[in-house]
């Protein structure tokens, strides 16, 4: 159905439930001589009759009613659907759904999930992981996680972590027999275990006193998700890299040893992004004021 003809319609129910098109044109914020031309036009596309006037009431004729009578369920539908889309906007509820790495699920979601979901029970989360940046509008997205440096610059950015760092790790068995690396380029003589990422393996960058190396790690495993590269390490499989807030427990306990930790200064953190603030949904303003973090200068 075309819009100006739903528009009619509409219109055509509201004069006969008010039985005047004086009381109708106002509650429907329009003229009364613009309401009796719609009137006219919609009788005459439909080759009927539907309001008897007189000059002191207006009533539906037998068509009219019998319109009116199929009418009736439709519109009501309509009235509730779109009540609910702007209740919607202004209350957190319905389902978002959300692009994020695995790390980023854990480091950035899963420890506000609990307070969120008991602060809004009326919104579901539909969370995504996979690898790289992805396309939020031809995804179906209404936001994703992502590091700060992998975001276009087309999207609105809110920062959800602080600034984090890179460990580079091994575990103390895959050491015993091998020299400790004291400089990024020793690493080429050690097995790496390397992370896919967007366009390829993910090259290791280390920085020191302004000295910038670039490493392409070589070693037996290629794997998409640093919480396996963490395993893998674990295992004896090689040296990993991975978040140093996944791993700081294992370093703790000696289970992973961490090496070159003066070549790894800090990296910008992850950030929730989205395509457009217009008519922003209740639910996506209430999930970014849940993540975001206080006091940093968002794009």
Not at 219 to 246: C, F, K, M, N, R
Not at 252 to 269: Q, S
Request: hydrophobic share 45%; with cysteine; proline share 6%.
């Amino acid at each position: 159905m075309m819009t100006n003809e739903l528009n009619e319609l509409a219109m055509f129910a509201k004069v006969a439930a008010e039985r005047s098109f004086t009381r109708a044109a106002a509650k429907l914020g329009v003229s009364q001589s613009a309401l009796s031309h719609t009137i006219r036009r919609l009788e005459q596309r439909l080759g009927l009759q539907l309001l008897a006037r007189t000059t002191k009431s207006v009533a539906p004729t037998a068509a009219g009613a019998a319109l009116l009578r199929d009418l009736a369920p439709a519109l009501e539908q309509i009235d509730l659907a779109v009540n609910r889309a702007r209740s919607d906007r202004h209350e957190p509820a319905g389902r978002l759904r959300i692009f994020m790495s695995r790390s980023a699920a854990a480091m950035v979601l899963l420890p506000r999930l609990a307070a969120f979901a008991e602060a809004y029970p009326k919104v579901v989360l539909d969370v995504v992981t996979g690898t790289g940046p992805a396309d939020l509008v031809a995804g179906e997205f209404d936001a994703g996680i992502q590091l700060g440096e992998y975001i276009q610059r087309d999207m609105i950015a809110v920062r959800v972590t602080p600034e984090l760092r890179l460990a580079v790790v091994g575990s103390p068995a895959y050491f015993a027999s091998r020299s400790v690396p004291q400089t990024p380029k020793d690493l080429h003589d050690h097995r790496c275990i390397t992370l896919r990422h967007t366009g390829g393996p993910y090259r290791w960058e280390f920085e020191k006193e302004g000295k910038s190396v670039t490493i392409a790690p070589d070693g037996p495993l290629i794997i998409d998700e640093t919480h396996l590269a963490i395993q893998a390490a674990l295992s004896g499989v090689g040296i990993g890299v991975a978040y140093e807030e996944q791993v700081a427990e294992h370093i703790a306990k000696g289970r992973l040893l961490r090496v070159l930790e003066d070549w790894t200064p800090p990296i910008p953190g992850f950030s929730m992004y989205y395509p457009s603030r217009r008519h922003q949904p209740a639910a996506l303003a209430a999930l970014i004021n849940a993540l975001r973090v206080p006091h940093r200068n968002d794009r």
